[in-house]
Structures are given as structure tokens and as C-alpha cells.
């Protein structure tokens, strides 16, 4: 703890690498509370509102206390910022060595093999997929890391990677040619031999559910876990301790096969016609649930004779192809590969499709050409506080939101974490003179079917007073869409709408466009840095609470009242608290920034839960007045 103190101190390293350094109190006294968990190997749940310095308070007591530890971010973005701006600055500061690594999903790193195999393929690419694959190849003879977001000439939400980088599924592992080589085997050889390692909670809840074989192994070496962003772990948990198949992994079992057919199997020609008639089986499997892309739940499809049919038919074209891979299978690791691959699909629709338990939900999703048949637990908190007991390490869970009015009872209950520590740190920011929360008079009720045009009559006055300089976040894209349409024709600044080009390159230009208003959905509430004038407004149209429609809220809210609990006030209530806290952290987010909260949702004070929405957000000056906003910037003006 002395060290600790005195790397945060004025005199202390931290301050000989950072300009201008200021010590925190909060940050030193998160420090040393991290510090000591870790000394009494507790468990700590750490709230630090936006400002704090978290990144740092975690990493110098891990460090300083010489154990292998683990940090889990909630992005890969996060991740590579961790690794690559924060863990630099503390390494300059910081006498003690330590090694440190970045680990990332097998999907993140170049597969030589696949490479190859793609690029001597008798399929044939476009003409746009072989420049993308020539590209990816340059690349593959100068990289050193394999590290796919190396690589800016490809896109990485571009289809063509899948040709490039391998999945548990068709991974060879130490049957493959080029396993002495393979970026991603090197990666984890680096991860096991690291002080530090960085991971994202995708990562670790691979590793957690053992599904990745010799991958398990990272998790029992750690004396350390440090969960930040900890109020996404347990969406992300719940995703991977249950089951999805889906026809897209379907489809790469066919392509995957016929690539290896061509190459040494074309004496089986039931082989290739198993894998064209399981495509052209799940081209019609697709159609039959219709054109509307949503999730539904599991009835929908039992009480509907054409889709339980599809299903039956890719099941027995499945195990048609089964059949001919098994045939194939002596021929080489590949097909023998592609046989197993077919084995354990076998066994998810099965599981899928026969669960009768009433631990999980059924459901499925429709997706543009594809659909995903899933099984999601419908709890996580027994099987996450057992896994923690597994693993004697000191657990640190932090974000800037994890309480709901002042109690953490939510995030701790979801998560099993009933024996752990709690302390929270508010923002050292001066949200009373920096920043403005406006809920004007006469909002109309978010059911009204002209709600997205009227307070976009009330958002107007706002954005005139901001000189745009705004975000305008939504709670679904039909509500994003129809602002657009009506804002494209009414508002003078430039405007930047979600889902018109990539989400980092859309940012990049509101932060290079003066007086630029930027539309978003859920990915722009949480995760998002904008710093200074050019983020000035944060205006949000309702409350976020989950769509009641959604057949895995829907299953969960069922499962609670049955079990004598209030769904509403103990799920519903607090996801959107913590959803709410995290769309008005985008707007202060240095000493410097001042700014003006717009709320537009009438329940805020009219519905006696509004209370708990106003408990768990920052103290800021409150004002029902348009007047008031107009002489909030203009005194900035002033202040200039």
C-alpha cells in the first residue's frame, strides 16, 4: 500500500511521466482498496465514476504486487487501448518489470493454412473477394503478429476474414501443417508466460466454459482477475454458457468440405452433392421463416408445421453429409476434421432441439440471409460463483456503473457475488457547474404514435443552443431512422446517422466536423470518448428499457414471477438504470467539458420509479426551461 501511495503521489513516478500530473483522491483511495484485496485475496466490487483514473488504479497495485494477473476489458477496442496507450505510460513510470501480453479470440489472428487453402481454391472468389484475399496475403508475409486488426486495407467486418482466420470448429490444431507457425498458438504461449495479460470478457468466458480445447488453461495460473466494464460480464457470460446454432455454421461445414472434396476426395461424389443439397436445404429452411428479421421465441416455431419440417429436413441432410464425411474421413486431417465438426453439430441441434429442462430459454433469431437456433441459461449466478470458487484469485469487478441508486444488490445477485467487498468513488468532475439536466414540460408519453416527431420539436430550441455539437441516442433503430428522415430536412448542422458507414470512422468524422449532430442506438451509449466543444449536448429519447418483446427477456420475466420475485423492479428496472447511467456518461468527460443533458421521456416524473433513474445519475443542475439551456451556452460563449 506505501508504494502504492506514493506512485500516486505528487512526487511519486506517475507524475514524471504524465504532464502536468494532479493526484486524485479517489484514484489513490480505489488503489489502495485494490491493493488491499489483492494482499487479502477478497474479492472487490469498485465503482468509480467517469474521471477517476480506473485504468490506472487497478494496474499499479496488480503490478506492484508481483501476482499473474488477468484484466478482462469489455471491447477489443478497450483492449488494445489497455495495452497499447495505458500499460506504455505505466511501464515508463513503474521500476518493477513486468511482462505483459494481448490476447484475443482465435478469430483475431491470420491462419496461414486457411489462407492458403483459399488461395489456391477451384471455388472461385469475386472479383472484390480476391483483391480482399491478395491484400491479406501481402500482409501475411510482413506480419509478426497475425494480429487481424493490423491489417487496415481489409475490413474487419468484411465476410472474406472467415477464409483467413479459423474458428474452434475447423481449427486442425496440432494436425495442421503450420501449427509450429501459427500466430495464434504463439499468442498463447505469450499469454501463459505473462505477468500481466490482457484479455476482453468474450475471452474469458471462452476460457471459462472450457469449450476451446487446451485452452482452459489461462484462468488457473491467474492470483489475479480484474473484470473492468463488469456491468456487460453477465450478458456475456449468459451468451456463452448456453447453445447457438446457426445456419451459417451449417454453411461453412459445406464450403469447408467441398474445398477439401476438390482437393482429395473426389472419387466420394455423394460428398460434394451431401454439402449442395444442405445449402440449398438451408437457403429454404430461411425463406420459410419469412422476411422480417427478429428474435422469436422457441413456440413460435413448434406451433408451426412448415418450419418444424425445414428443421427436420437439415437434420436428416446433416446426417446425410455425416455420413459421407465419415466415408471421407481416413483421407486426410482436414476431412477428418470436417467429420467431427459435423459430429458435434449433430450433437448441439439435438440438445437444441430436445431440451425439455427448464434451465434455459429457446429461441431464434433471423438475420438478413442467415438464423441462429439458441439455448440461453435462464441463470447464471450459481454457475459463475461456483467457477470463482474454482479459482482462488482475488476477483476485482469495476465500472463507472454498477449501482443502481446507491445499492449494488443487482450486479452482485446476478453474478453470485454475495461475499464480495463493495465501494464506490463518484466522478471528480463538477457536474453542478458543468453540465445542465433539461426535461422540458409536455413531452408527449413514449407510446404516442407521434413521440419521435414531437420531441424532435423539443429537441430543436437545444440543438440550436448547442450549435449541433450533439449526440442524439435512441433506444431502436426505427426511432433512429425516423428521426433521420424528419432532422435530414429540419436541422442546418451536419448530421451522421448510425449504420451509414463504420462506427469508428463515423466517429472520427463528428470529432473532425465542427457543429455535427451524431444519431445512435445502443453500441454509442456506452464505450464512446469524445472529449471537448465538439461533444456539448447529450440528447436521449426514452428510457432504456428492454423491448418486453425480446423472447429472452420475455422467458426470464416469466421464470421470476413464478419464483415469487418482481421482474419489473428486480430485471427491468435496473438494466435500464444502468443503461440510462451509461448514455449520460458520454457527455462530461474531462475537467474541461461542459454540457447539457436532454431527457425526453415524460416518466422520468411522472411514474413513481422515475425517483431511482434521478437517484442514480450525476448531481447536475436541473431546469424544465429552454431558457435556462440557452443561457448555459451562452455563458460558455462568454467564457471563451
Known amino acids: 500500500m506505501t508504494d ?152 474487419e467486418t468484411n465476410p472474406i476474414w472467415y477464409q483467413a482466420t479459423s474458428t474452434l470448429d475447423n481449427c486442425l490444431g496440432q494436425d495442421c501443417t503450420d501449427y509450429s507457425d501459427c500466430f495464434l498458438v504463439k499468442a498463447r504461449k505469450k499469454a501463459q508466460e505473462a505477468d500481466i495479460l490482457v484479455v476482453n470478457h468474450h475471452l474469458l468466458c471462452a476460457d471459462w466454459s472450457l469449450r476451446d480445447g487446451g485452452f482452459g488453461e489461462l484462468l488457473p495460473n491467474a492470483e489475479v482477475v480484474i473484470i473492468d466494464e463488469a456491468h456487460q460480464l453477465a450478458d456475456t457470460a449468459s451468451n456463452f454458457l448456453g447453445t447457438t446454432l446457426g445456419s451459417k455454421q451449417l454453411n461453412d461445414l459445406s464450403q469447408d468440405t467441398l474445398i477439401e472434396y476438390f482437393k482429395d476426395a473426389t472419387d466420394i461424389p455423394a460428398l460434394r452433392t451431401a454439402c449442395e443439397d444442405m445449402e440449398h436445404e438451408l437457403k429454404d429452411l430461411r425463406l420459410s421463416f419469412g422476411m422480417e428479421l427478429k428474435r422469436g421465441d422457441w413456440q413460435e416455431i413448434a406451433s408451426n408445421p412448415k418450419l418444424i419440417g425445414g428443421i427436420q429436413s437439415v437434420k436428416e441432410q446433416l446426417q446425410r453429409l455425416t455420413d459421407q464425411l465419415k466415408l471421407a474421413s ?65 476477483w476485482i469487478f469495476t465500472s463507472a456503473t454498477l449501482s443502481i441508486a ?154 421470476m414471477t413464478q419464483q415469487g420475485k418482481n421482474p419489473f423492479f428486480e430485471y427491468q428496472l435496473p438494466t435500464a438504470v444502468i443503461a440510462l447511467r451509461q448514455g449520460i456518461g458520454r457527455l462530461i468527460r474531462d475537467v474541461t467539458d461542459r454540457g447539457v443533458l436532454m431527457v425526453c421521456d415524460p416518466r422520468l416524473l411522472k411514474k413513481s420509479y422515475g425517483q431511482i433513474f434521478l437517484d442514480s445519475v450525476p448531481a447536475m443542475k436541473r431546469s424544465r426551461d429552454i431558457a435556462d439551456v440557452q443561457a448555459f451556452f451562452k455563458q460558455i460563449e462568454q467564457l471563451k
Open 4 to 155: 502504492t501511495k506514493h506512485f500516486f503521489s505528487l512526487e511519486g513516478p506517475l507524475s514524471t511521466v504524465i504532464s502536468g500530473y494532479q493526484p486524485r483522491a479517489a484514484q489513490l483511495e480505489m488503489a489502495d482498496a485494490i491493493a488491499n484485496a489483492i494482499e487479502s485475496r477478497q474479492n472487490l466490487i469498485a465503482e468509480a465514476g467517469t474521471g477517476t483514473g480506473k485504468t490506472f488504479a487497478y494496474l499499479a497495485p496488480a503490478i506492484l504486487s508481483g501476482k499473474k494477473t488477468i484484466i478482462s476489458t469489455g471491447t477489443k477496442n478497450l483492449q488494445d487501448q489497455l495495452f497499447n496507450k495505458d500499460l506504455p505510460v505505466i511501464r515508463k513510470a513503474m521500476k518493477t518489470p513486468f511482462m505483459a501480453a494481448l490476447l484475443k479470440g482465435r478469430s483475431n489472428y491470420l491462419c496461414t493454412y486457411r489462407l492458403q487453402n483459399s488461395l489456391t481454391s477451384t471455388l472461385g472468389f469475386s472479383k472484390e473477394d480476391a483483391k480482399s484475399l491478395a491484400q491479406i496475403n501481402a500482409w501475411a508475409k510482413r506480419t509478426k503478429t497475425g494480429d487481424t486488426s493490423e491489417m487496415s486495407d481489409v475490413s
Open 330 to 394: 481416413v483421407k486426410t486431417k482436414a476431412l477428418e476434421s470436417c467429420y467431427n465438426r459435423a459430429e458435434e453439430i449433430t450433437q448441439k441441434l439435438e440438445l437444441i432441439l430436445n431440451d425439455r429442462s427448464g434451465k434455459w430459454i429457446r429461441w431464434y433469431e433471423i438475420h438478413r440471409k442467415t438464423f441462429t437456433l439458441s439455448l440461453t441459461p435462464l441463470d447464471i449466478a450459481t454457475e459463475f460463483h461456483g467457477f470463482m470458487q474454482q479459482h482462488k484469485a482475488s
Open 406 to 559: 446507491n445499492r449494488f444488490d443487482y450486479f452482485a445477485n446476478n453474478l453470485g457475488l454475495n461475499d464480495a467487498n463493495r465501494m464506490s468513488w463518484d466522478s471528480p468532475f463538477d457536474y453542478p457547474n458543468q453540465s445542465l439536466f433539461y426535461h422540458p414540460k409536455g413531452l408527449p408519453q413514449p407510446n404516442d404514435p407521434n413521440f419521435i416527431p414531437t420531441i424532435i420539436d423539443f429537441a430543436l430550441p437545444v440543438l440550436k443552443a448547442s450549435q449541433g455539437r450533439a449526440f442524439f441516442l435512441f433506444t431502436s433503430h426505427r426511432a433512429l431512422n425516423q428521426a433521420a428522415e424528419i432532422l435530414e430536412k429540419q436541422l442546418k448542422y451536419p448530421l451522421f446517422i448510425q449504420g451509414s458507414r463504420p462506427k469508428a470512422l463515423l466517429l472520427e468524422q463528428f470529432k473532425a466536423t465542427d457543429n455535427a449532430v451524431l444519431l445512435g442506438t445502443s453500441s454509442f451509449w456506452e464505450g464512446v470518448d469524445v472529449r471537448g466543444e465538439a461533444l456539448s449536448c447529450v440528447i436521449i429519447d426514452k428510457l432504456p428499457f428492454s423491448s418486453p418483446g425480446d423472447p429472452v427477456l420475455k422467458a426470464r420475466l416469466e421464470a
